[in-house]
């Protein structure tokens, strides 16, 4: 993981005109990189992410969480790769939409998620 990558994050973030208050943290132990992160939206509504990154020189993203939720925490939609529905096309990698359907999803990043995350939170 290199600082540009924590840098462009926080980039992203500060020029968001949606979000409030972020709150991200980065655990650095050489080879493996783990960043946590609440962001908190102008509506009190929450993206919690984390991203695990292992490796030397060019990293790999190992495991990833990116959860919205609304502030009553009602889930809006949730991508991960963890391995619970094997039989989806895209398997590990899938989507949560509300609090009961799953669908097929290739694997997203931060960026992306933020973008479809602020194209909700559009008037």
Known sequence: MTDSYFQKIQAALSASPFVA???ISVDD???VWFIRADIY???NSLLHFRELFIGQGKLQ???YTYHYQREDGTLVLRYDN???FPDL????????VGE???????????????????SLLQP
């Open 82 to 84: 963890a391995p619970h």
């Open 21 to 23: 208050q972020p709150v």
């Open 100 to 118: 009961s359907d799953v669908i097929a999803a290739d694997a997203p990043d931060i960026f992306s998620v933020l973008k479809e995350v602020e």
């Open 41 to 43: 939206f102008i509506d």
């Open 29 to 31: 132990r050489g080879e």
């Open 89 to 96: 096309p895209s398997a590990p990698h899938h989507k949560h």
């Open 61 to 63: 993203k190992k495991t």
